[in-house]
């Protein structure tokens, strides 16, 4: 297996020392032009990207300014499309040369490089191979094992980049068929927002708008790394910090972004200016410990309203909230060496910040992963909450709540109908329509699919995109469970891991990626997404496609559906390839709230905002107020850590988009070359007698009876005590399928209790 290792030597300085942005940025979009050699003209796609009437970048969900930058692109946005845009091609003649039994010994890396699929093709058991196929035979052969499967032991799995008009298809598709199991990749990402938010504020999106940014006073970040996950969100920062803003961030790891950054497009930055600090307060908390620190900031932000008076906004609390009584007394009874314990911070660091915060007109919460992926990652959510209502930081000018969303249209598609919950979607409004029965029992969660993997009660994988079998927790213990299917169709523009798993039968099939033209019988079209602040945004593509036998996501779903379905006259397939208008229409009049004009508002400049209840302070919650939370415990992890053991993190690169592995440098981590390391502070590896280099193998703490283990490199790294940090996709077999947040059952990737041997 080759996998760069012998290419690429770990740097010497595990600490990289400048900026975020700044010419390293650029060297780093340099060195994927260079390695990649995309298509001619890849340079004036990139120059399109996220302006009004050229392409939605398909890598974070970031928003796209009504005034975007000369080139409104990032490192990490330029990497995503370039590797779209490569000259490689995986078509028949690669697979001819190559068994599955094979291609499964290959890395990640290796196999998105064999570069884009062209053919649509099917797995030839016999030979362990793909074939090409024809489109027309694939639909009908998919199409015929659908009918004889039951609906509901049938999955359709979207990954967050398919377009609104897709999944609402896709959703439609499903429910026309007879289930709802519609698991995303949110699921294994914000779904805790979707329904911890939810729960407590009635919205299960962020309330902020672009404007809020050039308003508030101050930021709190936790657990999001916006250097390398949502780049362009840098530019809004270093403007806040120009006008005065203060930033504070809750993390455990300095992450280079978070602390300094040099705007690539500003010439006297690149040359002589200092670049822009960031956070004016880091502090290094351990992993779960947010409940701690944030019950900490509550807990002072209720003294100074005890000792002084005039901190709390009272009339907001009294007019929009509950459960302020009772969460003020479990905060008060609360110890501070518990606060500091559990936290890892201590006392006089965080009374800095809630004195800060105490003293600041407006204030943004934000958040991502480091928060979502815990067994009380709900918890987590609903103390960020708590200490924005006691100063009524949500609803005004300047504040609110800001999850920073991970896929570049994963918060529009549950917008638009991709949810296991049947309450979720205007259930009437789609029988009026069609004349559908749409299923009313709830569909299954990433964690259910795999549960009915393993014990085989699904029977029929429908992936929209995504790598779901390499991104799940427990991966490895899955892998030979998808055999059990069957089927299996994927549908997908470069080859991954899930491509070779196959079912009894398999199909791979090729579509265009968002930067292409989508060409119909009535022309170009335009799909639209919703970014991570709620604003829907037209994206045209204007590249000759890969491959001339690829085709549209939307045509991919109306063949596979028109294949599947009883005809229906309601149900016009076709008509909806041939004209995307046709379906936003349709998205119209199922929520004509949110969408109103649809077709009219596609080139906004800054996109059209969807509207939000609680930013208008109505709380669509269970008490019809917005809602204070006890919190019942103080760590958001599983519970003690047992003897010896370790909370593992799982990280991604600079260099990965997902378990998309573009190369081998975590840039702004100071770390490069082979990724199977596992990071530890040099104390951590002096007590337990290990050296650095050492490979060591890692192991779940949970005692759940299975043996998962992962062989891993040691390498020091400035971590809390009793924290390891590891890359995803690489340390997933070591995630319990078990361990998931309690409320919405996102996989708590970033709370995993470990032992490491020698
Ligand atoms: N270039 C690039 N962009 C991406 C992606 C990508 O892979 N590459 N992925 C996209 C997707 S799908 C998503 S969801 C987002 C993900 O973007 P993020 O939300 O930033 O997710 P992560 O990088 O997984 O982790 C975020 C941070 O959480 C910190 N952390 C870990 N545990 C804790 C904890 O217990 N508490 C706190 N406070 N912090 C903690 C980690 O140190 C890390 O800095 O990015 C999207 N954008
Ligand atoms: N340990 C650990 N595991 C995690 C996470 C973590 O932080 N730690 N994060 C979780 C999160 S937040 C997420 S979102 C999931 C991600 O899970 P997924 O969304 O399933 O994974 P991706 O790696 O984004 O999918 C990459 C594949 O998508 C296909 N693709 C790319 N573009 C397109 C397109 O335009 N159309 C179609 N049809 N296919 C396309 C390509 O074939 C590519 O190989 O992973 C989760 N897993
Ligand atoms: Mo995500």
């Given amino acids: ?265 500003n010439p006297a930055e690149m040359t002589v200016a200092p670049p822009t600090p960031i956070s004016d307060i880091y502090l290094q908390l351990r992993p779960g410990g947010d409940v701690a620190a944030l019950s900490g900031l509550i807990k002072r932000v209720l003294e100074l309203e005890a000792e002084k008076g005039g901190v709390l906004d009272r009339v907001f609390i009294a007019a929009h909230t509950t459960g302020f009584e009772e969460m ?127 014990d085989g009660t699904v029977k029929a994988f429908v992936a929209f995109g995504g790598n779901f079998a390499r991104a799940i927790p427990d991966n490895r213990r899955a892998e030979p469970a998808w055999a059990g299917l069957d089927l299996n169709v994927q549908i997908a523009t470069k080859l991954n891991r899930s491509h070779l798993l196959p079912g009894r039968a398999t199909w791979l099939l090729p579509c265009l990626v968002r930067a292409e033209e989508d060409r119909q019988a009535t022309g170009p079209q335009v799909v639209t997404i919703e970014d991570s602040l709620s604003c829907i945004h037209g994206s045209l593509g204007k590249r000759r496609p890969a491959s001339e036998h690829l085709r549209s996501e939307v045509a991919i779903v109306c063949g596979l559906a028109k294949a599947t379905l009883e005809p229906n006259p309601r149900l016009r397939w076709d008509e909806w390839t041939g004209d995307y208008g046709l379906i936003r229409d349709l998205i119209e009049r199922t929520y004509p709230d949110q969408f109103r004009d649809f077709n009219a508002r596609l080139f906004v400049p800054g996109g059209f905002h969807k509207g939000n209840a609680a930013r208008e302070r109505r709380w669509e919650t269970e008490s019809g107020r917005a809602e204070f939370t006890a919190p019942d415990t103080l760590s958001a992890l599983p519970g003690p850590l047992p003897e010896e053991a370790l909370t593992l993190i799982t990280l991604r690169s600079n260099d990965q988009f997902n378990t998309t592995v573009y190369g081998f440098r975590d840039r702004l981590r100071g770390l490069s070359g082979p990724r199977d390391i596992v990071l530890l502070n040099p104390e951590e590896i002096a007590r337990r007698g290990l050296r650095e280099g050492q490979s060591v193998r890692v192991e779940c703490a949970t005692g759940d009876g299975e043996d998962r283990a992962v062989e891993l490199r040691v390498t020091a790294y400035d971590l809390p005590d009793g924290c390891a940090a590891a890359y995803y996709p690489e340390a997933n077999p070591l995630i319990p399928l078990g361990l998931y947040d309690e409320l919405s059952h996102t996989p708590a990737y970033k709370g995993v209790p470990v032992r490491i041997r020698a």
Avoid at 26 to 51: F, M
Avoid at 127 to 147: H, M
Wanted: charged share 25%; glycine share 10%; hydrophobic share 35%.
């Fill in 1 to 265: 297996m080759k996998d760069g290792r012998e290419a690429r030597q770990r740097s010497d300085t595990p600490h990289y020392e400048h900026p975020s942005g700044g010419w390293g940025s650029l060297r780093g979009i340099a060195s994927v032009l260079a390695d990649e050699r995309p298509t001619p003209g890849a340079l004036r796609t990139l120059a399109r990207q996220n302006k009004p009437g050229g392409h939605m970048c398909t890598s974070c969900a970031w928003t796209k300014p009504a005034q975007p930058h000369l080139a409104e692109f990032c490192e990490n946005g330029a990497k995503a499309t370039i590797w779209d845009l490569t000259a490689a091609r995986c078509g028949p003649d690669f697979f001819a040369a190559h068994t599955l039994a094979e291609l499964r010994g290959w890395s990640d890396h290796e196999l998105e490089r064999a570069g884009r699929l062209t053919h649509p093709m099917r797995y030839d058991a016999g030979s362990d191979r793909y074939v090409p196929c024809a489109w027309e035979d694939a639909f009908r052969e998919i199409g015929a094992i659908l009918k004889r499967t039951d609906p509901k032991a049938t999955v359709f799995y979207t990954s967050g980049r398919a377009s609104l008009e897709t999944s609402y298809l896709i959703a439609l598709f499903a429910r026309a068929f007879g289930h709802i199991n519609l698991p995303d990749s949110s699921n294994m990402c914000h779904e805790t927002t979707s329904v911890g938010l939810k729960k407590v504020t009635g919205s299960p999106v962020g309330t902020c708008v672009h404007e809020d940014f050039s308003h508030c006073d101050l930021m709190l970040f936790f657990g999001q790394n916006t250097g390398t996950n949502s780049p362009r969100f840098l530019h809004d920062l270093q403007k806040a910090k120009k006008r005065g803003c203060r930033i504070v961030t809750f993390n455990p790891i300095r992450e280079r972004g978070l602390v300094e950054f040099t705007n690539p497009q």
């Fill in 328 to 454: 003020r007394a479990r905060i008060a009874a609360l110890s501070w060496d518990d606060i500091e314990r559990e936290s890892g911070l201590r006392r006089r660091e965080l009374e800095e910040v809630a004195e800060l915060y105490a003293r600041s007109r407006r204030v943004i919460g934000l958040y991502g992963m480091g928060l979502t992926q815990h067994v009380k990652g709900w918890l987590n959510i609903a103390m960020l909450v708590n200490l924005l209502l006691l100063r009524g930081n949500i609803g005004r000018k300047g504040t609110g709540i800001s999850p920073v969303r991970g896929h570049s249209n994963v918060q529009g598609q549950r917008t638009v109908g991709i949810t296991e919950k049947p309450e979720l979607v205007p259930n009437d409004r789609l029988r009026d329509l069609f004349g559908i029965e749409p299923p009313m029992e709830e569909g299954m969660t990433t964690v259910k699919v795999v549960e009915g993997v393993l």
